[in-house]
């Protein structure tokens, strides 16, 4: 799941982006409005964490603008502690959810997981698809009602799929959302978690479309 992390508190950024990596999310990190709102406008995030109070540009105005431009990734807004006014504030300019300062890793990356959950359109945090069922607050997945074990990656790789049935996915994307977009060198390790999964859950379980990537088929 890749998030981006809007805060330019380094310590803060520092604290929640080694925890979240930890709970298997991708972090990229903007530190300051300018850039968190580029961020935001160019690239495919699965979820925003937006602090409000940013150098040059602060986090409302940010959030104002992104939705204008009918960008609708789900945002989860970082409050300084006891601030109603910044909570309402960021909800009226449309954000999904708020969390006041300090923050607590779990909490977040379980506000993250439902914010996604909410976005594609199912409150369960599992995932059915055929005889495949992925849970993926406890990281299990079965197949038939036997359990499988993936490791974090491949369940990573899973979810990624699961949460995009009948669309074409390439190797690209499949390793920014894996590594991050610094890593994209390491586009071709996606073949081989790819080859695992077929291995452990069936050949079919994901299709190879000549020179665009791959697919799960509905
Ligand atoms: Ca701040």
């Given at each position: 799941m890749r998030v981006l992390l809007v805060e330019d508190d380094d310590e803060l950024a520092g604290r929640l982006s080694h925890g979240l990596k930890k709970e298997g999310f991708v972090i990229e990190r903007a530190q300051n409005g300018p850039d968190g709102l580029a961020m935001g406008l160019d690239c495919e995030f699965d979820v925003i964490i937006l602090d409000l109070g940013l150098p040059e540009m602060d986090g409302l105005e940010i959030l104002k603008r992104w939705r204008s431009q009918k960008i609708d990734t789900p945002v989860l807004v970082l409050t300084a502690r006891g601030t109603w006014t910044e909570k309402v504030e960021g909800l009226n300019a449309g954000a999904d959810d708020y969390i006041s300062k300090p923050t607590h890793v779990p909490e977040v990356a379980a506000r993250l997981r439902a914010l996604v959950r909410r976005k594609f359109g199912t409150a369960s945090p599992v995932f059915q698809h055929g005889s495949l069922c992925l849970d993926s607050t406890a990281g299990e997945v079965t197949l038939s009602g036997e359990r499988v074990e993936l490791t974090a990656i491949e369940i990573q790789l899973l979810s990624y799929f699961m949460h995009r049935i009948g669309r074409v996915v390439s190797q690209y994307e499949l390793a920014e959302s894996i590594?991050?977009?610094?890593?994209?060198?390491?586009?071709?390790t996606v073949e081989v978690y790819i080859s695992r999964l077929r291995r452990k859950l069936g050949r079919d379980v994901i299709k190879t479309i000549r020179g665009l990537g791959y697919k799960m088929d509905r």
């Open positions: 590594y991050g977009s610094q890593d994209v060198r390491e586009s071709n």
